[in-house]
């Protein structure tokens, strides 16, 4: 199982990015998708998580509606929309899948992980 993220990149306060990330080797729809982001020396954070049907979505509670998670099962791969970003949202981002998911927001319960991308966001 691969899951690529892409799409980070320098951006100033304000901006937007895209992150995308590609997975491949283990059936897509089967499973759902989240968005996590850590910086050095702190815990990984829960940002963002998709169902499998995209009926469901969930954010951490500083994401205040900036960012917007999809996916395309078609293409095995899922989305962030990042707007408004501030400095503090300056981190690296992983995707993650998970099967049969009761805690979105927890990374113990993600079964495969991709490498990151970072995010920087100057003020």
């Known amino acids: 199982v691969q899951l690529q993220a892409y799409g980070g990149g320098l951006v100033q306060a304000g901006g937007s990015l895209r992150l995308s990330c590609a997975a491949s080797?283990?059936?897509?729809?089967?499973?759902?998708m989240g968005w996590f982001r850590q910086v050095p020396g702190k815990e990984r954070e829960f940002v963002s998580a998709?169902?499998?049907?995209?009926?469901?979505?969930y954010y951490g509670e500083f994401v205040e509606g900036r960012f917007t998670i999809s996916r395309d099962n078609g293409r095995n791969m899922v989305f962030l929309q990042m707007n408004s970003l501030k400095p503090g949202d300056t981190a690296v981002y992983y995707c993650?899948?998970?099967?049969?998911?009761?805690?979105?927001?927890?990374?113990?319960?993600?079964?495969?992980w991709g490498q990151g991308t970072k995010v920087t966001v100057s003020s």
């Open positions: 993650a899948a998970i099967k049969n998911a009761r805690t979105w927001s927890d990374e113990h319960e993600y079964h495969y």
């Open positions: 080797g283990l059936t897509f729809w089967r499973y759902s």
């Open positions: 998709i169902s499998w049907s995209s009926d469901s979505t």
